[in-house]
C-alpha cells in the first residue's frame, strides 16, 4: 500500500498582520557603511572579511537579484552583497558589502535570502523575516510571535504568497494579509504524532506544486493548492531500520530493497527541480533521490558518490548538475553525455586539491556570467569559471 497521506489544507485565518517597518530599528543607509575597504589580493579580487569576530561557521550563497548582485548568508556575520554597486566606492570593478545588527539587520544568524516582486530582500534570519528595501532594513511583520521565529527555509510562490519554515513551527504562509501555520504536528504512519521541527527547504514546482522538506524525519510533503500529500518511505525502510535508530541495518540478514512508490529517506536535506521537471532530492543516507512525478528514482550516481552524503544540488545554464558533499567537494554530472557511469566523462569531482577552498560544500548558485559559487564550511567561499577556482574569503579553519 502507497504511503501517500492527504490532508486538506486548513485556511487558518487566526492573526491579521499588516507588513511594517520596525520603528525600534535605527534607520541607517546601508549603501553608505560597512563596505570593506581593502587592497586587492595577488589574485585581484576581493575577499569577505569577517567583522563579528565568528571564529567558525558556513558561508551560503543564497541570491542572484534583479541587478546581478549575488547575496550570501553567514552563521554569525550577517549577511554579505557582492556587485558592482559598492565596488564604485573603493576603486575595484566589484566588491564586498557586508550588512549586520549594526545596520539594522534583525539578526546575525541568517539563512535563506530571497526577492520579492516588488523587489525587496526578504532575509530569513534566527529573530523572524528582515525585509531590506535598498536602504533600509525593517521587521517584516509587526507580531512579535512571528519575529521570535528561528526561520529555515523562504519562499514566494508564483502568486506573491509568501512560505517560511520555522523551527520547531512548521510551515507559515503569508498572502499579504492573512497568516496560516501548517505540518507543525503530522501523523506519521509509525512514529504516531509528531511536530516537524525542522523544514529544510521549499521549492515550488514547473505545475505549481509547492514542495516542503523535512530534517526532522517527515519526508516530504507536495501542497498543490488544496490537498497536501505526503511522501515516506515504505515500511520496509523502517523494518530494516535504514532510518539509523540502530546500527542493524545493512547486515547479511537484512536487505533492503528500495520501492519506486517510495522516496529513499525521510530526512531530506534540499531539493532543486531539472529542466526536465524532475525533483531531485539530497537525502541524509541514501544519496540522490529524483523523483520524475509517478515514481522515486535512487540515482544511478549514487554509487560514484559512495558514502559522500550530498548537501546541495544545482542545475547550471548548460543543464550540468552540481552535487555538493558534506566531506567529499563537489562533483559534476553531465546528464548529455550517454557514456557509462564511471568512465571519467560523465562525472568529475572537484577537491582542495583542485583549488576548492574546504571540501564540505554547502551551497551553489550561478552567477549572470555563468560562474559558479559555492559556499563552504569555516566560512569558505570559492569562485569556479570551468577552469580554475578562486578563493573570496578571509579562510582559516580553527
Given at each position: 500500500?502507497?504511503l501517500?497521506?492527504?490532508h ?16 525600534s530599528?535605527?534607520?541607517t ?20 572579511v ?12 543564497e ?33 564586498f ?12 544568524n541568517?539563512?535563506?535570502?530571497i526577492?520579492?516582486?516588488s523587489g ?8 523572524g ?13 509587526e507580531?512579535?510571535?512571528?519575529n ?8 514566494e ?20 494579509t492573512?497568516v496560516?501555520?501548517i505540518?507543525w504536528?503530522?501523523?506519521h504512519?509509525l ?5 516537524e ?8 514546482d ?7 522538506s ?7 510533503w507536495?501542497?498543490d493548492?488544496?490537498?497536501?500529500t ?22 547479511a ?9 517510495y ?20 537525502t541524509?543516507?541514501?544519496g ?23 548537501i ?35 562525472f ?8 576548492l ?42
Amino acid at each position: 500500500m502507497n504511503l501517500l497521506y492527504h490532508h486538506t489544507f486548513p485556511l487558518l485565518l487566526s492573526l491579521l498582520f499588516v507588513v511594517a517597518s520596525c520603528n525600534s530599528q535605527v534607520k541607517t543607509d546601508p549603501s553608505r557603511h560597512n563596505v570593506i575597504q581593502q587592497t586587492p589580493s595577488e589574485a585581484d579580487q576581493p575577499k569577505i572579511v569577517g567583522t563579528q569576530g565568528v571564529t567558525s561557521g558556513n558561508i551560503t550563497c543564497e541570491l542572484l537579484d534583479r541587478d546581478g548582485n549575488l547575496w550570501f548568508s553567514t552563521s554569525g556575520e550577517g549577511i554579505y552583497r557582492f556587485g558592482t554597486r559598492m565596488g564604485v566606492e573603493v576603486g575595484l570593478g566589484k566588491s564586498f558589502a557586508n550588512f549586520t545588527s549594526k545596520d539594522g539587520l534583525c539578526n546575525n544568524n541568517t539563512t535563506n535570502i530571497i526577492q520579492d516582486k516588488s523587489g525587496n530582500i526578504l532575509i530569513g534570519t534566527n529573530a523572524g523575516i528582515c525585509k531590506y528595501d535598498g536602504k533600509n532594513f525593517s521587521k517584516y511583520f509587526e507580531a512579535d510571535s512571528l519575529n521570535n521565529l528561528r526561520i529555515t527555509a523562504l519562499l514566494e510562490d508564483r502568486d506573491g504568497n509568501i512560505w517560511f519554515g520555522a523551527m520547531n513551527k512548521g510551515i507559515y504562509r503569508y498572502d499579504g494579509t492573512n497568516v496560516s501555520n501548517i505540518l507543525w504536528q503530522y501523523k506519521h504512519p509509525l512514529s504516531g504524532d509528531k511536530q516537524e521541527k525542522m523544514i529544510s527547504d521549499i521549492l515550488q514546482d514547473k505545475k505549481g506544486n509547492v514542495w516542503f522538506s523535512s530534517f526532522n524525519r517527515g519526508g516530504v510533503w507536495r501542497h498543490d493548492g488544496k490537498i497536501l500529500t505526503h511522501f515516506l518511505p515504505s515500511v520496509d525502510y523502517y523494518k530494516f531500520r535504514e532510518d539509523e535508530r540502530s546500527q542493524a541495518y545493512s547486515t547479511a540478514e537484512t536487505k533492503y530493497v528500495h520501492s519506486p512508490e517510495y522516496i529513499t529517506d525521510d530526512m531530506i536535506i534540499s531539493m532543486t527541480e531539472d529542466k526536465s521537471g524532475n525533483i531531485w532530492f539530497a537525502t541524509r543516507r541514501h544519496g540522490i533521490c529524483i523523483y520524475d512525478g509517478t515514481t522515486f528514482l535512487s540515482f544511478k550516481g549514487n554509487e560514484i558518490l559512495g558514502k559522500s552524503s550530498p548537501i546541495t544540488i544545482l542545475e547550471d545554464k548548460k543543464g550540468m548538475i552540481w552535487l555538493g558533499t558534506d566531506e567529499d567537494g563537489v562533483f559534476s554530472y553531465d546528464a548529455r553525455l550517454n557514456d557509462e557511469v564511471g568512465q571519467g566523462k560523465t562525472f568529475k569531482n572537484y577537491t582542495t586539491a583542485d583549488g576548492l577552498v574546504n571540501n564540505s560544500v554547502r551551497s551553489i548558485i550561478e552567477d549572470k556570467d555563468g560562474n559558479l559559487w559555492f559556499g563552504t564550511r569555516w566560512f569558505g567561499l570559492s569562485r569556479f569559471d570551468g577552469k580554475i577556482f578562486t578563493t573570496f574569503s578571509e579562510y582559516k579553519e580553527e
